[in-house]
T-cell receptor, first 115, second 108 residues
């Protein structure tokens, strides 16, 4: 069964550095998402992406964040200048269509630690 | 504003006992609600959605618009049901709000 994959599984970075988290959604899926989960807290929606543009974003998704689908298969989340509070698990998800109650398929996550 | 509340952080039951994981939502529009489950060391996966009215792994959930609830129920819990359960609301075009999650612990 096809799965969403994410790389790397873990990333450690210094405060102020840029990081790029990578996701390969399920092929033929059209909707893509990023979420984060700070340790011990709930899953928070960051952004949804469709047709090569952001369709929705949360208040968390400020100018430090950007998303891209550079080559038709990867879906990336870039954090421009990381802060300590960006330390979290980041999940990517994909969905075949925007239909009512469509299933989202989640990746295994990337654990980001900012020192 | 939209919100999802899962009042219990942890729910412990014995094997064979009934389980009810509570979820209440707040949304002025027509809600789309889901239950997601995360087993230990595994990824989040969809368990149920309100429209399908199906039973998955013995779990059911009914959307009650009057009480703004979408509680997850199972009549007889199994040890393999032990996991984190998240209630989620989809709103606007494509935004999601997850509840804080309930950890279900089924004891032998």
């Amino acid at each position: 069964e096809p799965e969403v994959t994410q790389t790397p599984s873990h990333q450690v970075t210094q405060m102020g550095q840029e990081v790029i988290l990578r996701c390969v959604p399920i092929s033929n899926h059209l909707y893509f998402y990023w979420y984060r989960q700070i340790l011990g807290q709930k899953v928070e929606f960051l952004v949804s992406f469709y047709n090569n543009e952001i369709s929705e974003k949360s208040e968390i998704f400020d100018d430090q964040f950007s998303v891209e689908r550079p080559d038709g298969s990867n879906f990336t989340l870039k954090i421009r200048s990381t802060k300590l509070e960006d330390s979290a698990m980041y999940f990517c998800a994909s969905q075949s269509s925007g239909g009512y109650q469509e299933t989202q398929y989640f990746g295994p996550g990337t654990r980001l630690l900012v020192l | 504003a939209q919100r999802v509340t899962q009042p219990e952080k942890l729910l412990s039951v014995f094997k064979g006992a009934p389980v009810e994981l509570k979820c209440n939502y707040s949304y002025s529009g027509s809600p789309e609600l889901f239950w997601y489950v995360q087993y230990s060391r595994q990824r989040l996966q969809l368990l149920l959605r309100h429209i399908s009215r199906e039973s998955i792994k013995g779990f059911t959930a009914d959307l009650n618009k009057g009480e703004t609830s979408f509680h997850l129920k199972k009549p007889f819990a199994q040890e393999e049901d032990s996991a984190m359960y998240y209630c989620a609301l989809r709103y606007n075009f494509n935004k999601f709000y997850f509840g804080s999650g309930t950890k279900l612990n089924v004891k032998p």
